[in-house]
């Protein structure tokens, strides 16, 4: 096997390549917090059963990972009450939001409150909490966790999903959150009240 090439080190660099100055030119957290709100994203809920009690908590980092076999993964803060409910539950529910379901959004983004109170949910066949009306349901099971800082990066094996985004005919808008608002190229889009209107604090509940 040939030798692997030798890395020609950088100005003011260490025998490994690396920049003295790496380390100081890290974002700090409130900085690099603003610059992801340049990336829009969609909203989910993650939830769970667990000892027959629903948990769940809103969640921005959700996506894809595979076709085959079908993966997902969302990002949980390590700190959250939920997420190792959710873990030790090993099933799991993502409810994809639609733009018009600003109250689950509220509800589920909050650490404070009991989220499931007056809520009309179902358990779903696959053993989690399903929540009404969303525009997409992931049901899934708890495949690999890898930590990542102060996240938990949590790799879903898909079972199955339930689209719902026509309804009486129309196609239904999913919810979408940029620079800590609601939609993206409206000025007086509502912005998201604290605590979870922070993006880094989705995740924690």
């Known amino acids: 096997m040939p030798a692997e090439p030798a890395l020609t080190p950088l100005p003011d660099a260490d025998a490994n390549g690396r920049r003295a100055d790496a380390a100081a030119a890290a ?3 409130a900085d690099f917090r603003k610059a992801m709100a340049e990336f829009a994203t969609g909203v989910t809920v993650v939830t769970a059963l667990d000892g027959g009690e629903p948990v769940g908590f809103a969640c921005q980092s959700f996506a894809s990972v595979s076709l085959d076999p079908p993966l997902i993964l969302f ?3 390590r700190r959250g009450r939920s997420w190792p409910r959710i873990r ?5 529910c993502v409810n994809v939001l639609g733009e018009e379901q600003r109250e689950l959004c509220e509800r589920f983004g909050s650490s ?3 989220k499931f109170e007056g809520l009309d949910w179902e358990e779903s066949r696959w053993g989690a909490p399903a929540l009404p009306d ?3 349901a992931v049901h899934c099971v708890v495949h690999d ?3 990542a800082g102060d996240h938990e990066v949590v790799i879903g094996r898909v079972l199955a999903v339930d689209r719902h985004e026509v ?3 129309a196609w239904r808008r999913p919810m979408v959150f940029f620079r800590s608002r609601f939609g993206v190229g409206e000025p007086d889009a509502p912005i998201a009240p604290d605590p ?3 993006g880094d604090r989705w995740g924690w509940g």
């Open 134 to 136: 969303v525009l997409l």
């Open 88 to 92: 030790a539950a090993g099933r799991f």
């Open 196 to 198: 979870w209107g922070v």
């Open 112 to 114: 404070r409150g009991a």
């Open 167 to 169: 309804v009486d005919g």
């Open 27 to 29: 974002p700090e957290p």
């Open 75 to 77: 990002c949980a803060d």
């Open 145 to 147: 966790v890898h930590e």
